[in-house]
């Protein structure tokens, strides 16, 4: 039978060897911790690295294209003005209606054709001094104020006139098939550099259609 002194020494040496292990156990267990945690903010600040060079390089490539475009706007807009130099040389337009921004847009691509531009706050009396008429409705007037404005500039005017129209309004004659003097412009203008050669090319074709039936 096993004495109470050495079951006392058992449980002595059990204890013992229980907190021995427990403050190795801790120690090793703190140290192993601060390893991992020194290689996990490795591989954070590496991919932090990895990510910044990436965006260096993404910000390089898209100020590269940028650039591109920039240049290429250039040259379209030199082949722009030598495209349409001189076609309405001499021409007064009369440009009516419309938004400021997208008169001036147009005003600046008759300049550069040569042409002159006129943009009264009102329609003229005596409209019959301009070689061409340009009417700019907006989408929300066409339908009310615009139609009796055409019947006005048909009766007051001589020379062709052209309408800037909306949506899947295209080429259609304006006063009906008969009229050979009105002419449609597929809009809104918005100074792209096709777009004002196509408009640039119906005002010199209709100008000079209306010198042709004036002669």
């Known amino acids: ?63 590269g294209r940028e650039e591109n475009l920039e240049r290429l706007r250039g040259q379209n807009r030199v082949l722009l003005r030598e495209a349409v130099k001189g076609r309405l040389k001499g021409c007064l337009v009369l440009v009516f209606g419309g938004s400021d921004r997208e ?16 943009r009264p706050s009102a329609f003229p009396s005596l409209p019959d001094r301009f070689d061409a008429i340009v009417l700019l409705p907006d989408a929300a007037e066409r339908n009310f104020h615009y139609p009796r404005l055409i019947r006005d500039v048909r009766m007051s005017y001589s020379g062709p006139v052209l309408i800037r129209q909306w949506g899947e309004e295209t080429s259609r004659p304006v006063f009906g098939t008969d009229e050979n003097r009105s002419f449609s412009l597929p809009g809104p203008y918005t ?25």
Not at 103 to 118: D, N, P, Q, T, W
Request: hydrophobic share 40%.
């Open 103 to 118: 008169a001036r847009r147009l005003g600046e691509a008759i300049r550069a054709a040569g042409g002159v531009i006129a």
């Open 1 to 63: 039978m096993i004495s109470n002194r050495t079951l006392l020494h058992t449980l002595i040496a059990v204890f013992l060897s229980l907190g021995v292990g427990i403050l190795l156990g801790g120690t090793g267990g703190h140290s192993w911790f601060e390893q991992r945690e020194g290689v996990l903010l490795d591989k954070l600040e590496q991919r932090m690295d990895q990510l910044s060079q990436e965006q260096d390089r993404l910000r390089k490539n898209l100020q």
């Open 191 to 215: 100074g792209e550099s096709l777009q004002t050669f196509e408009w640039i090319k119906l005002i010199q074709d209709a100008t000079n259609r209306g010198k042709e039936a004036s002669s």
